[in-house]
């Protein structure tokens, strides 16, 4: 069966593979239409992967499915949506998925950097949109259970998306309703453009056979660009998150929280191995982190409500992206952040807005307060997001 093609130019050939690399297909193309036709190797895929695959764009439209077997099968008819030279999709079977990429032959996907960059320009705002959403503080109009809270970010996801450059959902907001919480969460990260970078708050982090499983889960199967990461237990465990060229990991370096400075200001003696002073812990995080990963998959999380210490980091790491949170309902001040976050060298350097995302939240959602019908709302959560996105404009 054909797969109609929708609104970009024909590549030579797309080639479908696992995240574990191995080959699944290509589908040729004739001009309009694209007809799948499996080109597997002949090694059978692991078990794993088989013997049923659907492949599924992130926005939830069908791409086609592979059926049992694998070799000689031709593909379920769907819509083929394209994003420059990426695109998204699950392998599903036997009830989990897994995410794959589809591009063309000989060409990269693009990292995450990059992907940052482009939105930001597209935009001209560093703002992230934020999704922590609590049941009692939903709008009136919205139930107060599971189904209203996916609601009300359904109605917030489209009224920020103009503004953002980024999203990023608290996952313990979801986790907290069990199984049906994340597949919300997976239903509203389908909602979100391919073009919008996703970064999942999750503070990850733990030894390397752990850590694997999480970027299997986060990556893979979520589908997220980007997550934020615990380094306290050092670069091993963390590896995972940052070793794909394409994602992203922002390590815990100076928090917003109030109780941030009572382990991550401790005095850490001096190693004259890496040319580092007697300096905080928080400067201690930010000097090695540049070192960890491939190269450009690490940034640093950093609150507004602690600018001199913002400052500081910038100056030991100037070439790491940074988000920072706290500039809305915890009251950090957007100057500062401004001046200082974005980067003034590679990797993050260069690009528009230079890696800066600054995360607002509650500032945001809290907009809709407790009154208004959804129409209100969506004009309450678009006039809060605007006047973010005018403060925060590159």
């Not at 694209?34 to 090694?43: A, G, K, N, T």
């Not at 640093?300 to 500081?312: I, S, Y």
């Amino acid at each position: 069966m054909a797969v109609t093609k929708s609104g970009a130019a024909r590549p030579d050939i797309a080639v479908i593979e696992t995240s574990t690399g191995a080959l699944i297909g290509q589908i040729t193309g004739d001009g309009r239409s694209w007809e799948p036709r499996l080109v597997v190797s002949r090694r059978r895929p692991p078990v794993r992967e088989s013997p049923r695959v659907c492949c599924q764009a992130w926005n939830g439209q069908a791409l086609g499915g592979i059926g049992p077997g694998f070799l000689g099968l031709g593909a379920q008819s769907g819509r083929l949506l394209r994003s420059g030279r990426r695109l998204g999709g699950c392998l599903v079977h036997s009830g989990s998925t897994q995410r794959v990429a589809i591009t063309k032959r000989g060409q990269t996907v693009k990292s995450y950097l990059e992907r940052l960059s482009a939105r930001t320009g597209a935009v001209g705002s560093v703002l992230c949109v934020g999704m922590d959403p609590q049941v009692e503080s939903l709008p009136d109009g919205f139930t107060p259970n599971l189904k209203g809270l996916e609601r009300f970010c359904e109605v917030l996801l489209d009224a920020t998306m103009p503004y953002a450059a980024a999203v990023k959902p608290n996952i313990a907001f979801f986790e907290a309703f069990g199984s049906a919480g994340i597949a919300a969460l997976e239903r509203l990260r389908g909602r979100v453009p391919v073009d919008v970078p996703f970064i999942a708050d999750v503070k990850r982090g733990d030894i390397g056979t752990t850590a694997a499983r999480q970027a299997v889960a986060l990556y893979d199967i979520l589908g997220v660009d980007a997550v934020t990461a615990n380094p306290y237990l050092g670069s091993e465990a963390i590896e995972p998150l940052l070793a794909r060229g394409d994602r992203f990991a922002y390590l815990l370096c100076r928090t917003s929280n109030p109780g941030a400075g009572e382990l991550q200001a401790l005095e850490v003696v001096a190693d004259p191995s890496i040319g580092a002073p007697a300096e905080p812990l928080y400067a201690r995080v930010a000097r090695r982190a540049q070192t960890w990963g491939p190269g450009g998959t690490v940034g640093l999380v950093v609150g507004a409500t602690a600018p001199v210490e913002l400052e500081r980091i910038r100056s030991i790491a100037p070439g790491l992206a940074l988000l920072v949170p706290g500039v809305g309902a915890q009251g950090g001040e957007v100057e500062p952040v401004m001046r200082f976050g974005p980067a003034t060298a590679a990797p993050a350097g260069g690009g528009t807005g230079g890696g800066l995302l600054v995360n607002v939240s509650r500032g945001i959602s809290g907009a809709a307060g407790k009154t208004g019908s959804g129409t209100d709302v969506a004009a309450l959560l678009d006039a809060a997001a605007r006047e973010w996105w005018v403060r925060l404009r590159v």
